[in-house]
């Protein structure tokens, strides 16, 4: 299940603004629909970046929302539009994770790698989706990684198959998910979809028997997005 957030689109001397009242998401752009693209980025990222479960939406309608903020748009022409988060690429997140692993700058690894930092910033924006094999192995060359490329499979999971996250932290977790038959049929490692987000599961993790349940399993996890 994908979450959608109400978002309210309202012209402007300069073009149009949007903004997503549940999560003070804000787009300002020259047209509507570059300012719904833009909202629906500033979602995934938002998302990306909570510490805890996703907010689940309740506005469908401006009139859902509370009084001050449908009195603030008055008489106003506004478009409502429900907006879902953008598709963020598992490549440029990791891409950023280690350079800021490095510690190392944009510009100082750009140099080593002998692109213009713009190239490598390119590389490391999750919407991002063009990336070249040669300039990631320049990249894990100058960074001392190694460039793993696997085709994994990716299985859409029913709402609330995943049960939790435990420790690990939100980007890192081990995933406790029920034993449906989507996961049961398929092979680790393995990219599952959910309503908390998109994750790769890499292999099952030791049970731990104060916590074991069962029809369900604890998986090694990594956040994609």
């Keep these: 299940m994908t979450l959608a957030y109400l978002g309210l689109i309202t012209p402007t001397p300069d073009g149009y603004a949007g903004l997503l009242p549940e999560l003070t998401v804000l787009a300002n752009k020259k047209t ?7 909202l629906s980025q500033g979602l995934a990222l938002h998302l990306l970046d909570a510490e805890q479960v996703r907010p689940k939406p309740w506005a469908q309608r401006l009139t859902d929302l509370p009084a001050e903020i449908q009195n603030a748009y008055g008489t106003r022409e506004v478009k409502e539009v429900l907006i879902i988060p953008a598709p963020l690429n598992p490549v440029s997140l990791q891409v950023e994770r280690a350079l800021a692993a490095s510690g190392l700058s944009y510009r100082e690894v750009a140099r080593r790698m002998g692109a213009a930092p713009a190239a ?3 590389l490391a924006d999750p919407f991002y989706w063009d990336h070249r094999v040669t300039s990631l192995r320049q990249l894990a060359e100058v960074l001392n990684l190694t460039l793993n ?16 996250h435990l420790w690990g932290g939100i980007t890192a977790p081990k995933l406790r998910v029920r034993d449906v038959p989507e996961m049961m049929s398929a092979e680790l490692p393995l990219i599952v979809r959910s309503e908390l987000g998109t994750f790769q599961l890499s292999r099952k993790a030791d049970p731990d028997p104060q916590l074991d349940r069962t029809g369900s399993t604890i998986y090694d996890a990594r956040k994609l997005g």
């Design 32 to 38: 509507a629909e570059e300012v719904q693209e833009a």
């Design 120 to 122: 490598l910033v390119q």
């Design 149 to 164: 490329l696997e085709f994994v499979s990716t299985v859409e999971l029913p709402a609330g198959t995943i049960l939790g």
